[in-house]
């Protein structure tokens, strides 16, 4: 019965590359939200997203950040020519359908990525 | 928008005591679900417990238990019978629940709980 997984746990990216954070939900659960957690605080919300379909990104960088959950496979978090300030935990979580009242947020180990 | 705030930055108590984590937060919504997460120096963010609005009932889970006052926006999470691994920072998270979808978690900045032996 394996938990959220997520891979890398960590990444290195020099500014200017490419950083792919991949999040595989629990079993039985289809929705699937991505965090922010810059060192000392909180976790912050960036997007909120089903297979195919994102419900809510309100949180995510307008630029550079990008999100897809395809029919097949994990879900993915794009970050386009990483900058410093990119550097953090970055969390996924995963629920079932929000009807069936068990919209509890289960989460991975979470990837650190670290920009040189 | 929803705030949460926790007040405690840090907090130590002997291993065996009772401690209290305060948490309080703002929202129009009247329906919605509150938890406390931990996470221990691994990072990994674990669910402690969970409360449900619309439940005048706190919830508890063995040590852990939740003093909910509605309207007083107000959501403690009480730790009996401490111990050390119980050392680990702790948010208090809130997310609305409209009927219609669920939402992200909106979460306060956290409490360092340090058990000490």
């Known amino acids: 019965n394996a938990g959220v997984m997520q891979n890398p746990r960590h990444l290195v990216r020099r500014r200017g590359q490419e950083a792919r954070l991949r999040c595989s939900p629990m079993?039985?659960?289809?929705?699937v939200y991505w965090y922010r957690q810059l060192p000392e605080e909180g976790l912050k919300f960036m997007v909120y997203?089903?297979?195919?379909?994102?419900?809510?990104e309100s949180g995510m960088p307008k630029e550079r950040f990008s999100a897809e959950f395809p029919k097949e496979g994990p879900s993915i978090l794009r970050i386009q020519q990483v900058v410093r300030g990119d550097s953090a935990a970055y969390f996924c979580?995963?629920?079932?359908?929000?009807?069936?009242?068990?919209?509890?947020?289960?989460f991975g180990p979470g990837t650190r990525l670290l920009v040189l | 928008a929803q705030t949460v705030t926790q007040s405690q930055p840090e907090m130590s108590v002997q291993e065996a005591e009772t401690v209290t984590l305060s948490c309080t937060y703002d929202?129009?919504?009247?329906?919605?679900?509150l938890f406390w997460y931990k996470q221990p120096p691994s990072r990994q963010m674990i669910l402690v417990i969970r409360?449900?609005?619309?439940?005048?009932q706190n919830a508890t889970e063995n040590r852990f238990s939740v003093n909910f006052q509605k309207a007083a926006k107000s959501f403690s999470l009480k730790i009996s019978d401490s111990q050390l691994g119980d050392t680990a920072m702790y948010f208090c998270?809130?997310?609305?629940?409209?009927?219609?979808?669920?939402?992200?978690?909106?979460f306060g900045k956290g409490t360092h709980l340090i058990i000490q032996p």
């Open positions: 079993k039985g659960h289809s929705h």
């Open positions: 409360q449900e609005a619309y439940k005048q």
């Open positions: 979580a995963s629920s079932r359908p929000p009807l069936e009242n068990q919209e509890t947020q289960y």
């Open positions: 997203l089903q297979k195919e379909n994102i419900i809510d």
């Open positions: 929202t129009s919504e009247s329906n919605y679900y």
């Open positions: 998270a809130f997310m609305k629940h409209d009927g219609g979808g669920a939402d992200g978690l909106t």
